[in-house]
């Protein structure tokens, strides 16, 4: 999974099209990520008790397919380098736009 917790990304279709944030949690084995402010939901509780009915909304998962990553260059996809550091080569995550290529981490 390509995606991880902390980027920025941009929802390319859906409800909330256009719109970009911070990914929060990340579900590799279902493919859905979480991002903050992006497809908002509203769960009904019924009264239970004493305890009265509520709305609670929340941040509902969207498929890691319908956003893209976004950098300091634009949008692109995640690829990754082998870098050398003092005789070791480090793997890196590296955003690939059309402007050229950008370090995530």
């Not at 498929?63 to 996809?77: L, P, Q, T």
């Not at 080569?89 to 736009?97: A, E, N």
């Amino acid at each position: 999974m390509k995606i991880k917790t902390g980027d920025l990304v941009k929802v390319t279709t859906g409800k909330d099209k256009g719109k970009t944030g911070k990914v929060l949690q990340v579900f590799p084995d279902l493919e859905k990520i979480v991002i903050e402010g992006i497809n908002k939901s509203v769960k009904h509780l019924k009264a239970r008790g004493k305890t009265p009915g509520q709305r609670v909304e929340f941040t509902a998962p969207i498929h890691m397919s319908n956003v893209v990553v976004v950098g300091k260059d634009g949008e692109g996809r995640v690829g990754y380098k082998f870098i050398e550091v003092e005789g070791k080569k480090t793997k890196v995550r590296v955003l690939k736009t059309k402007k050229g290529r950008e370090d995530l981490e």
